[in-house]
């Protein structure tokens, strides 16, 4: 058995200038940020709510990359979670970056290597 | 506007003796521990990969409860993200760990105030 080598970035987006508000300018930007790393898209949830705020998921073959948003407070949190040691978090992040545009950034990275 | 209090907590759940190949009594254990702590559910996504391993996702009025999982390694992460400081992501996660049964943890807990 092969050994798993798994990356997680999370990001805490602050004073963020995209659109936050917006589920489809997020999933475009969360697909963008999947191709960027050469992620491989399995299936999607985007819930937009009332009044104010989206998440959104990719599920990946690699695991996932999800945005949650708080506009009224400029917020959004990121976590890009990829079982392949070939694929750089910060490269998905770096395309993720340019759509929500924040002010300041608080990243957390996780490296877990099992088996 | 009101301050915002967003609880996470991230498992490393190792050694699983639960049923991590299955979808459906992931989606389950999922919906159960969205119940224990009382968030409502709005959307989901629910992936088995071949030739093994799931990523389930609820989004939440609250945010999400997510997880993935390896079988062939015995491991599940799980990521719960709630924004209402009333809910403890702890009682979900414990709902959660009947289902996945793990022989070891590592708990990762992030607090976040905004604004």
């Given at each position: 058995m092969t050994s798993l080598h798994i990356r997680e970035l999370l990001v805490d987006a602050q004073g963020c200038a995209g659109p936050l508000d917006d589920p489809e300018a997020l999933e475009a930007g969360l697909r963008a940020a999947a191709e960027a790393v050469g992620a491989d898209v399995r299936g999607q949830c985007v819930v937009r709510f009332v009044p104010h705020g989206v998440t959104a998921v990719l599920v990946l073959a690699e695991s996932h990359i999800l945005?949650?948003?708080?506009?009224?407070?400029?917020?959004?949190?990121v976590d890009i979670l990829l079982c392949n040691a070939a694929m750089d978090p910060s490269r998905a992040w770096a395309s993720l970056a340019g759509v929500l545009r924040p002010a300041e950034v608080v990243e957390r990275a996780i490296e877990r290597v099992v088996g």
């Open positions: 945005v949650s948003t708080w506009p009224e407070h400029g917020l959004a949190l």
